[in-house]
């Protein structure tokens, strides 16, 4: 086990590396408009991914444009929703100061919240009513936190609001993480008073970690209450259902 860890965070390392160097050499071919931004991130976190031995599995066609929404499972969902499609994140103030991921999220287009303003929520509704014309979609977690996947938390309406007022579609995105040895997830899911470093050298250690996406049908709602109620209900039953098979 010890022997995987080291060579997963020698690995990690590198990769870390690279995808600064990338973006460096990809600024000198040309402006990082938004849109290169997002396939920098997501070429990245699929390296990221392989680094870590995480196997990701997408069930459904991944959306182009409007807004995504996901259940949260932990900072993993990012590598793994954005290895799946080129995506923009709603992510907390707090990540903007950790170190290096905190400047690579900047680098990738990620839009910054603070949960405790009023104005940084609507500053944020108004960037994403721009960037739902990029053709890129916005991925915003609702619950407004990870949890340990017992259950699905209610969902946060205020930044939904911005894909309802625009009449885009909204589409459901439900991830599980699956142990080969039968682990619960809830062993894998950074949630509570859970430390970023303890946990990250256990995800190192895990043999046979596989992460499941599915994606829903893309639909438009006719406000921020009825889409918030719907796509929650829509993900908890995706949940369910792959929990019995």
Same mark, same amino acid.
């Given at each position: ?7 997963? =965070?020698?690995? !990690?390392?590198?990769?870390? $590396? *690279?995808? &600064? ?10 402006? #990082? ?36 929404? =996901?259940?949260? !499972?932990?900072?993993?969902? $990012? *590598?793994? &929703? ?10 907390? #103030? ?39 014309? !990029?053709?890129?979609?916005?991925? *915003? ?53 859970? !430390? ?50």
């Amino acid at each position: 086990m010890r022997l995987r860890q080291f060579r997963r =965070a020698v690995a !990690l390392g590198l990769v870390l $590396i *690279l995808c &600064l160097v990338r973006f460096w050499l990809a600024r000198l071919r040309g402006p #990082m408009t938004l849109k290169r931004r997002a396939l920098w991130m997501q070429r990245c976190c699929r390296h990221v991914l392989a680094s870590l031995g995480i196997h990701c599995q997408v069930e459904g066609t991944p959306p182009t444009h409007g807004l995504v929404v =996901a259940n949260h !499972l932990s900072y993993l969902d $990012i *590598l793994i &929703l954005s290895s799946a499609m080129p995506c923009f994140f709603i992510a907390k #103030m707090e990540i903007a100061r950790w170190p290096y991921f905190g400047c690579t999220a900047r680098m990738g287009g990620t839009i910054f919240l603070n949960r405790s303003s009023v104005a940084s929520a609507q500053k944020v509704a108004g960037i994403m009513s721009e960037r739902f014309r !990029l053709g890129v979609p916005v991925l *915003l977690f609702p619950e407004g936190t990870s949890t340990d996947g017992a259950k699905v938390l209610r969902f946060h309406s205020r930044l939904i609001d911005p894909a309802t007022t625009a009449g885009v579609p909204i589409t459901t995105a439900a991830l599980r993480y699956t142990i080969a040895d039968g682990t619960p997830e809830r062993e894998l899911c950074w949630f509570g008073d859970t !430390l970023f470093f303890p946990h990250m050298v256990r995800a190192l250690a895990v043999k046979g970690f596989s992460a499941q996406v599915q994606f829903g049908e893309a639909k438009i709602y006719a406000n921020r209450r009825q889409a918030a109620e719907r796509t929650h209900d829509e993900i908890a039953s995706m949940r369910e259902k792959d929990s019995r098979q």
